[in-house]
């Protein structure tokens, strides 16, 4: 077979993979009102459901990082089609929350999987230039399947479909990509350089590692606190909540094509924390407006974490080189993990303020938007808490860089510059 035949197969089924774990983000958002109706399941009960979803990526992802020079991208990506159409199937013909909380664990670590194999196939495919280019492209795919899934589910629950055919609807791209995979030639991963595992480790346990892991931990709730709850929290606020998330997701992925430039001028911190701002200001305004207001709110909230994940992932690597691809793995791991711990917080946020508004006399919508509101006020807290770790961080990279600008001058060596 053609090499270029085979190298692009791959790439278009990384891709299709990482769209898979778009849909299983918005389509589960999309239905999660109709799983919480058809099998009695309280806010806390969706949250656990959704936790596991979040739970199962980063084990998947620590794992398969792990074993990636050892087994080869292509078990992972068998692993993890087998753990999608699992995870879709159960889901489809659970009995109850048992059976909810098994399936949307096998589909997180289905793209958990997905993150594993892939990133480090593509760069494995190409070298230099060519592989920054095509890895960009891969995952403008995440947040582009999570707009297309966005309009997807809501044109069929509009249509009337049940939940149960947007679940179908997730198989298409998963049997797509299992398809372009089956019988390719995948590459031989390459050995990575002499850096030792202990040398690694040593690395992640310095104080600006576990710094950018707290920071971590916080900017992925904030991205993907309101995102799962979209449906229940902005589904009385007068405005389409699945268009709202296919908004922020496409404006997102287009936030995230054009990244460079944007890093280059206002540097990485200078980055984040212009985006804890912005999506502190959004959240807040998703608490407080209604109408045609929230899409303005979704612009903003998008602005502002658009380009923390990514961001996140290149400071490890440009601030903790020696932590190399585990380190890069492990803080994304934790974003994951940090989403999973707070999505039970979150249902049990708008649990207890459900229970409030309701001894106060509402009911129907005005409820669900009082005890929607109130849920948002409450995640103001994560990047407002983001907004003083960022301003930190400025300051003391800003320090680290003078100090190492003057050891320079003295040795008369070359300093390695970075932006803060």
């Known amino acids: 077979m053609n090499e270029n035949v085979n190298r692009n197969a791959l790439f278009y089924g990384s891709?299709?993979?990482?769209?898979?774990?778009?849909?299983?983000?918005?389509?589960?958002?999309?239905?999660?009102?109709?799983?919480?109706?058809?099998?009695?399941?309280?806010?806390?009960?969706?949250?656990?459901?959704?936790?596991?979803?979040?739970?199962?990526?980063?084990?998947?992802?620590?794992?398969?990082?792990?074993?990636?020079?050892?087994?080869?991208?292509?078990?992972?990506?068998?692993?993890?089609?087998?753990?999608?159409?699992?995870?879709?199937?159960?889901?489809?013909?659970?009995?109850?929350?048992t059976t909810l909380l098994i399936s949307t664990l096998l589909i997180g670590i289905a793209n958990g999987c997905t993150e594993a194999a892939c990133n480090p196939m593509i760069a494995d495919m190409y070298s230099g230039v060519k592989m920054n280019k095509m890895l960009n492209r891969f995952h403008m795919w995440f947040p582009g399947g999570i707009l297309l899934g966005a309009l997807i589910s809501k044109f069929m629950t509009d249509l009337g479909f049940s939940w149960q055919a947007q679940m179908w609807f997730i198989l298409v791209p998963a049997v797509a990509y299992a398809f372009l995979f089956f019988g390719k030639t995948f590459p031989q991963p390459k050995v990575e350089g002499a850096t030792s595992l202990g040398a690694n480790l040593k690395a992640m346990i310095s104080p600006l590692y576990i710094f950018l892991i707290v920071c971590m931990a916080l900017t992925a709730i904030t991205e993907f606190g309101p995102g799962q709850w979209v449906e229940i929290i902005l589904g009385s606020s007068g405005a389409d909540p699945m268009l709202i998330l296919a908004l922020t997701a496409g404006l997102v992925a287009v936030l995230r094509f054009f990244a460079g430039p944007v890093v280059a001028?206002?540097?990485?911190?200078?980055?984040?924390?212009?985006?804890?701002?912005?999506?502190?200001?959004?959240?807040?305004?998703?608490?407080?407006?209604?109408?045609?207001?929230?899409?303005?709110?979704?612009?903003?909230?998008?602005?502002g974490y658009g380009y923390f994940w990514p961001v996140m992932v290149g400071a490890v690597a440009q601030r903790v080189p020696l932590s190399s691809a585990l380190g890069m793995s492990i803080i994304g791991a934790v974003g994951m993990f940090s989403s999973s711990i707070f999505q039970p917080i979150i249902g049990g946020w708008i649990d207890s303020s459900m229970t409030e508004y309701t001894a106060q006399g509402l009911t129907d919508s005005a409820l669900q938007l009082a005890a929607g509101q109130d849920t948002l006020q409450k995640m103001v807290a994560f990047p407002a808490i983001l907004i003083v770790l960022f301003t930190i961080l400025f300051f003391w990279q800003k320090n680290s860089k003078a100090a190492r600008a003057m050891e320079a001058e003295k040795t008369g060596t070359a300093e390695l510059a970075g932006d803060y």
């Open 15 to 97: 891709c299709l993979a990482l769209i898979t774990t778009g849909f299983t983000f918005s389509i589960r958002a999309g239905i999660l009102p109709q799983l919480g109706a058809q099998f009695g399941l309280s806010a806390e009960q969706l949250g656990f459901i959704n936790s596991m979803w979040f739970l199962g990526f980063p084990i998947s992802m620590v794992i398969g990082g792990l074993v990636y020079h050892t087994v080869g991208p292509k078990i992972i990506m068998t692993v993890a089609f087998v753990c999608h159409a699992l995870g879709i199937l159960l889901t489809i013909y659970a009995g109850g929350y």
């Open 265 to 303: 001028t206002l540097g990485q911190t200078g980055v984040l924390l212009g985006g804890a701002i912005f999506a502190a200001i959004g959240i807040y305004m998703f608490s407080t407006v209604t109408g045609a207001m929230a899409y303005v709110a979704a612009i903003v909230f998008a602005l």
